[in-house]
């Protein structure tokens, strides 16, 4: 847990020094690979104290040290971009009494759609963050849920193609049986770090 916590402020002090622009009309296309933590919630969202707790603890995260979560985004246009991806994990902490389960697997798809809110405030300079909504499934060894998945990130560019991304989602149990017998919980927050490359695919 120690090298996660140093990647992510290594990655916050590297947004600093990222370049200007949006993903766009000049570059409708993006793909972002890397990591993802999984973090699952009992108390959801009749217990936002708890909530926010879970939120910045990282004790419970579950990591795979490994390339282990894929997307790819389309520009369509006002700032609007549709993201489908998946990710995989390996989980060992549940929530409630299951704190500690034994190596499950974890697989979710997800479709988005996300909002560049320099469309909104104006362009930063170097800052790229979005708000995003979106749906999708989770499984959890043979249990699954379908999900509904709020979240906000940011890309800071190196270059004008290549950056790193950030994103959290907190994704919400609404349909399904659920996986509540496999980790006591149904929602779980989850934060992905990766490298992420714009292009123009459409020419």
Do not use: C
């Not at 296309?29 to 890397?34: C, N, V």
């Not at 979560?69 to 489908?84: A, F, K």
């Not at 998946?86 to 009494?97: E, P, Q, T, V």
């Amino acid at each position: 847990m120690k090298k996660i916590k140093i990647a992510m402020l290594a990655f916050v002090m590297f947004a600093g020094i990222g370049s200007v622009q949006a993903q766009d009309e000049d570059n409708k296309w993006a793909l972002s690979f890397g990591i993802n933590a999984v973090d699952f919630n009992k108390g959801g969202l009749n217990d936002i104290g708890s909530m926010v707790k879970d939120y910045l603890g990282t004790g419970d995260w579950n990591v795979l040290p490994a390339i282990s979560t894929i997307s790819v985004s389309r520009y369509t246009n006002y700032g609007l971009s549709v993201r489908v991806g998946g990710s995989l994990n390996k989980i060992d902490k549940g929530a409630g009494n299951m704190t500690e389960v034994d190596g499950l697997s974890f697989f979710s798809l997800e479709a988005a759609a996300v909002y560049d809110l320099n469309s909104l405030f104006g362009s930063t300079g170097w800052w790229d963050p979005y708000v995003s909504l979106g749906i999708g499934g989770t499984w959890v060894d043979e249990y699954s849920g379908f999900q509904v998945a709020p979240g906000a990130g940011f890309n800071t560019w190196f270059n004008e193609n290549v950056g790193l991304s950030f994103t959290s989602i907190y994704s919400v149990g609404v349909a399904g049986d659920g996986f509540v017998q496999a980790v006591d919980a149904s929602s779980y927050f989850q934060h992905s770090l990766g490298l992420i490359i714009r292009f123009n695919g459409d020419e």
